[in-house]
């Protein structure tokens, strides 16, 4: 291990805001790279020279500039090898305390950056694994995805589904043991989970925390929910509606928007409807469909009469040619209405970019 810049410069920072001498950390060859004099960093320190030679605490009792002055000069031992070494400025008798004290906090400050670094490096490797692993279509057969796999203790036959969670609040998920994390577009997290008892808890977080959720299929094939739980996330959105968190609720319509059903004559009169009063009836016909087909339920959503969603109704018969209370044809206009909502988004989602 060596000794870095920035490392060395925080320790005597750090150091000289407790203790009323100058520090000075050199390197594994005896030059200053830290210093409270800045003057003298680049400098061959001769004391920290004999330390590093001699393999032990050198006291120089006179001020040699820039190559040293009176003080002690005590090596930093690491891994069983010296990776540098501390000089304290001052009488000798008064800072070789110091100086043993600076050498061991020095010691222990290193210890936590390489496992800082070690740690950082694993997640790096972990993150690396796990983008693979959602980009893979047939994980259990991939090579190199096993490899990584076995490296990470990571079991690729278990069933697994893939959670989005997306909100403020969505980074701050603890994750359980056997769970996995991965960053998705801000705000959201791709969230990976084995058991009933982790979804439970995802779900519990999302209504706790006010984030949205997308479920996808408990599987082996990571992609395949990935997207699926990425596409309820969307749907979600498109439909607003917030009880829609499973793929399995969401997966007709995903193939209907996937398919692109040709429908000109439908579209003509569902264009001709959303001309009409800001897409009044169009809002109407919705409302209907969501609620099927219940009048009652339907007028009270939309705080009219009765009478008033029946006039509507049979409004947009008469303008388009297609009775609405034919489930047949209403759905053939939701169809149409899902499309026309989906590129309203994706333009919306061009210019936001």
């Known amino acids: 291990m060596k000794l870095s810049v920035s490392l060395s410069q925080s320790i005597v920072d750090r150091m000289m805001k407790q203790i009323p001498y100058n520090i000075n950390m050199m390197n594994e060859h005896g030059v200053i790279i830290a210093s409270g004099d800045p003057n003298r960093i680049g400098s061959r320190h001769i004391g920290a020279v004999s330390a590093i030679e001699q393999d032990k605490t050198i006291v120089?009792?006179?001020?040699?500039?820039?190559?040293?002055n009176w003080g002690v000069n005590m090596p930093i031992r690491f891994d069983n090898e010296i990776?540098?070494?501390i000089g304290i400025t001052g009488s000798p008798a008064e800072v070789s305390p110091f100086a043993r004290l600076l050498v061991t906090a020095t010691t222990l400050l290193l210890k936590q950056d390489q496992q800082s670094k070690r740690e950082e490096t694993r997640h790096t490797q972990l993150v690396r694994f796990l983008s693979?692993?959602?980009q893979t279509a047939e994980p259990t057969t991939d090579s190199f995805l096993k490899l990584e796999a076995r490296t990470n203790q990571i079991d690729l036959e278990i069933p697994r589904r893939v959670i989005?969670?997306?909100?403020?609040?969505?980074?701050n998920y603890q994750l359980d043991v056997n769970e996995?994390?991965?960053p998705f577009r801000p705000p959201s997290q791709l969230i990976i989970v084995q058991t009933k008892h982790g979804l439970n808890r995802l779900i519990?977080?999302?209504?706790?925390?006010?984030?949205?959720i997308g479920i996808g299929s408990l599987t082996t094939n990571l992609q395949r929910s990935s997207t699926e739980a990425r596409q309820t996330l969307y749907l979600q959105n498109l439909l607003s509606n917030s009880a829609l968190k499973y793929y399995q609720q969401v997966q007709f319509t995903d193939e209907l928007l996937q398919r692109?059903?040709?429908l000109p004559e439908m579209t003509t009169a569902f264009n001709q409807l959303e001309q009409l009063n800001?897409?009044?009836?169009?809002?109407?016909?919705?409302?209907?469909?969501?609620?099927?087909?219940?009048?009652?339920?339907t007028a009270q959503l939309l705080h009219i009469h009765r009478n008033t969603l029946t006039y509507r109704i049979n409004q947009a018969k008469e303008i388009t040619g297609y009775d609405f209370h034919d489930y047949h044809n209403l759905f053939q206009w939701y169809v149409v209405w899902l499309y026309h909502r989906a590129d309203q988004k994706m333009q919306k989602s061009s210019e936001s970019n």
Do not use: M, P
């Open 60 to 68: 120089l009792v006179d001020d040699y500039g820039e190559a040293g």
């Open 260 to 262: 692109r059903l040709v």
């Open 132 to 134: 693979s692993w959602l």
């Open 164 to 171: 989005c969670l997306s909100g403020k609040a969505a980074s």
């Open 204 to 212: 519990k977080f999302a209504q706790e925390n006010d984030c949205q």
């Open 83 to 85: 990776i540098g070494v």
């Open 278 to 297: 800001d897409g009044e009836l169009n809002h109407t016909l919705l409302a209907y469909f969501q609620l099927n087909g219940h009048i009652a339920d």
């Open 180 to 182: 996995f994390q991965l």
